[in-house]
């Protein structure tokens, strides 16, 4: 099956290349829609913005199918994604080498931001919602420390929703699958009045699991969600604005399904185990108590617009949000203590956590002087806890660990383009620069069998941790002509300093590590060719990461581990995006990001494991360089996706297409502790894989300006089995008896199976 992907792909991608240039010059009229973003806090052409930019149109979600951000992640090659663990509410996160491999706790620091209409989600834990009603999808590559400041060296999403029109329409959505799939949504615009427009949207879709429970209890894999969105814009005037939303949803759900294919055949409490190593299970090997996940959000944004004058914009965004997530795992037996010996895991783990944040945005230009500008104050503030508990039966153990943490953050920012009269004001250069002041601070609560092991600020388990970070960054951008433009940039970020939760019993007052720092070096072209027929943009970057923040085991005993700056690491990379319209009726497109990663050093650290101090069996001494232990997870070294849209047929009564989308990625390591050091770490290592998706739509015009359309569709459509997240068994990275522990097996979730369904929308 792997061998017919890549046979498909090549073929994919040599019918793209032929067809576009072998067609575009016998165009004479241009096919390209310019394509408007705000990714400077400003709308502007796509072409003209110093920045990787990926754009994805509602138009486009729609004729793809994307609804949700695992589809857009999907389309997008710089990033790389996998479930998470216990919970299927968030996902993991990398965009260039850039995330956080622990995203669900209520103090994770993610390396790429998102942001709905101008508003940051701080938590990850409600990613996998239902995009639902999206104007469109910028997705920002490369550290956004200047306008968008911490916890974005990879990059940054901004989310577009749809705004009211002032006139009345509905637009309504159905979806129908295989596995009882059902989604709908309703998006219902109201007339104006007296200035104050309204839209109300609504969400309800659900899906059956793919891995059967041979009990009575939930199958893994399930999901049901519901959602609203209330959106108002109220013109206050000619000069002034306002723009809010309410929304909220749940989200019940199951987690995915771990199996191990070594312990096959063995009988563990009455039943036996299943060998299935290349097919995923679509059953679990025995009954298994697997109650509902539940995540509830609410969010509430308000933008306030004052133009006193052409030249000048002011903007207030205050935003709060909170979220709710109680969800459970059971791992059953498919980890083990050691080779041959496996054990029962259950967790259970509710997360809390509230955000408020107020940003004061000044954007304009100085007439007659070639300067543009954007500059900003910006505070935040989050509060919140998670609660984790862990039982493992076999063992008679129950441990149950609670954090209560809060962040408190301010930052300047500003921004200054001039264009100047030289070189016939084809030049721009751009130099911004962020200030950020941070707070942190967390307690920690632990019982082990009911007795209290840690009791907050009573038995010393808190820290606190404050730091400031200086953020430049410079451009300049030259446009060759109306077409092509390139830029040269030197941008930094940073990702925020914490306090570690998995720190050991005792030490968790040490447990605070500071800032990781990332400068990356970019040159970059934008050009339309053969009379904007094609479009053609590209990226290299050369990134240095200093003060990386590293897990490091310090407890020969418990394994409890612990979180140093003790990193370099150089990432570089390229990039492109073709996209090829040769005849009105074809679009094709190619996107390819390539990834080089290398830990330069990480210091064998005092009071680790790899200390001969702490750990006689150590074959290192304090202060060595322990670089081949370690890599950079999540990091593939090439991801392709490849697409065509091809309209078969026009006809007075419609119009009837097809899509078809093709997502290549290689073999990436699922967390850091796989370097090549590391005996057999292929066992810490999600291989590489392919899937095509497809679709045929007949969109119907109809009187009065309405419109109707039905698609056939089907997502993995090969049926491509691949794992979507593994959990190695073995100590890794840890030093033993003169050398390093490594694997010996793996549990493994694997991918859900094709879907295939019917979409029916109509508007008016």
């Not at 129950?398 to 383009?417: C, F, H, K, P, R």
Request: aromatic share 12%; with cysteine.
């Amino acid at each position: 099956m792997r061998d017919v992907n890549r046979l498909l792909f090549r073929a994919i991608l040599l019918w793209a290349c032929t067809s576009a240039f072998g067609a575009a010059f016998a165009q004479e009229e241009p096919a390209l829609q310019e394509v408007i973003v705000t990714a400077q806090k400003q709308e502007q052409n796509l072409q003209d913005v110093p920045i990787a930019i990926t754009a994805l149109s509602g138009e486009d979600l729609e004729n793809r199918g994307i609804t949700s951000f695992s589809g857009v992640a999907q389309s997008t090659p710089s990033i790389s994604f996998s479930p998470y663990p216990n919970s299927s509410d968030t996902l993991i996160l990398y965009m260039r080498g850039q995330g956080e491999a622990n995203p669900a706790r209520v103090n994770s620091n993610p390396a790429v931001g998102l942001y709905e209409d101008g508003f940051l989600i701080a938590r990850p834990n409600v990613s996998t919602f239902d995009l639902a009603d999206i104007e469109r999808v910028e997705v920002l590559r490369g550290p956004q420390g200047t306008l968008y400041g911490r916890n974005t060296t990879g990059g940054a999403v901004n989310l577009v929703t749809r705004k009211p029109t002032g006139e009345f329409g509905v637009k309504e959505s159905l979806d129908f699958g295989n596995r009882d799939l059902y989604r709908s949504l309703t998006a219902v615009d109201l007339p104006e009045w007296r200035g104050l427009a309204a839209k109300v949207s609504l969400l309800a879709s659900s899906i059956d699991g793919y891995v059967e429970n041979a009990g009575s209890s939930h199958d893994y894999g399930e999901q049901e969600q519901r959602a609203g969105r209330l959106q108002l814009s109220w013109k206050l005037g000619p000069a002034l604005r306002a723009d809010y939303f309410f929304e909220l949803g749940t989200l019940d759900s199951t987690p995915i399904y771990y199996h191990n294919a070594a312990l096959g055949g063995l009988d563990i409490h009455g039943y036996i185990y299943p060998a299935e190593p290349r097919e995923a299970p679509d059953k679990t090997y025995r009954p298994i108590d697997l109650p509902l996940s539940k995540a509830r959000y609410d969010a509430h944004g308000l933008t306030l617009s004052w133009s006193p004058s052409e030249a000048l914009t002011i903007k207030s965004l205050t935003g709060y949000r909170q979220i709710d997530s109680h969800f459970y795992q059971n791992y059953a037996e498919a980890f083990t203590f050691a080779p041959g010996m496996p054990f029962s895991l259950i967790g259970e783990t509710r997360l809390k956590a509230h955000q408020f944040s107020q940003e004061f945005q000044f954007i304009g230009t100085a007439p007659g002087s070639g300067l543009r500008y954007v500059a900003g104050l910006y505070y935040f503030k989050e509060g919140g806890s998670d609660r984790i508990a862990q039982q493992m039966p076999d063992f008679f153990l129950d441990q149950v660990s609670l954090l209560d943490a809060e962040t408190e953050s301010s930052a300047i920012y500003g921004q200054l383009t001039w264009t100047p009269d030289i070189l016939g004001k084809k030049l721009d250069l751009t130099a911004g620069a962020r200030y950020t002041k941070e707070d942190r601070s967390g307690e920690r609560f632990q019982s082990v069998n009911g007795f209290v092991v840690e009791n907050g600020a009573a038995t010393g388990a808190i820290a606190d941790l404050d730091f400031s970070r200086f953020d430049p960054s410079f451009t300049a951008m030259y446009h060759w002509t109306d077409d092509v433009d390139s830029y040269a940039k030197v941008a930094t970020g940073f990702r925020a300093g914490g306090v570690y939760a998995g720190a050991g019993i005792g030490s968790f007052d040490q447990a605070v590590f500071g800032p990781e720092r990332l400068t990356s070096y970019e040159l970059g072209l934008k050009s339309y060719l053969f009379n904007r027929r094609v479009r053609l943009n590209a990226a290299v970057f050369y990134a240095k990461y200093d003060d990386m923040q590293v897990n490091i085991t310090v407890d020969p005993v418990s394994f409890a581990s612990a979180v140093f700056n003790a990193g370099k690491a150089t990432i570089s990379g390229a990039e492109f995006e073709l996209l090829a319209k040769p005849v009105d009726d074809l679009t094709l497109s190619l996107n390819y990001a390539w990834l080089h990663t290398r830990i330069d050093r990480i210091d064998a650290v005092a009071g680790s494991l790899f200390d001969p101090a702490v750990n006689p069996g150590s074959p290192y001494s304090v202060g060595d360089n322990i670089a081949d232990v370690f890599v950079i997870p999540h990091a593939p070294k090439s991801s392709v996706e490849a697409r065509a849209d091809y309209i078969l047929l026009r006809r007075d009564s419609g119009t009837l297409a097809a899509s078809l989308g093709y997502r290549w990625q290689d073999m990436v390591y699922q967390d850091s502790g796989a370097g090549p050091a590391v005996p057999d770490r292929q066992f810490n290592a999600q291989p590489s894989f392919g899937l095509l998706d497809a679709r045929v739509t007949f969109t119907r015009d109809l009187p009065e300006g309405r419109s109707a359309r039905i698609s056939l569709w089907g997502k993995n459509v090969l049926d491509e089995k691949y794992p979507v997240h593994v959990i190695p068994s073995g100590d890794g990275p840890v030093p033993q008896a003169g050398a390093i522990a490594g694997f010996y097996g793996q549990a493994v979730a694997w991918a859900e199976p094709a879907t295939y369904g019917i979409s029916l929308s109509f508007e008016f």
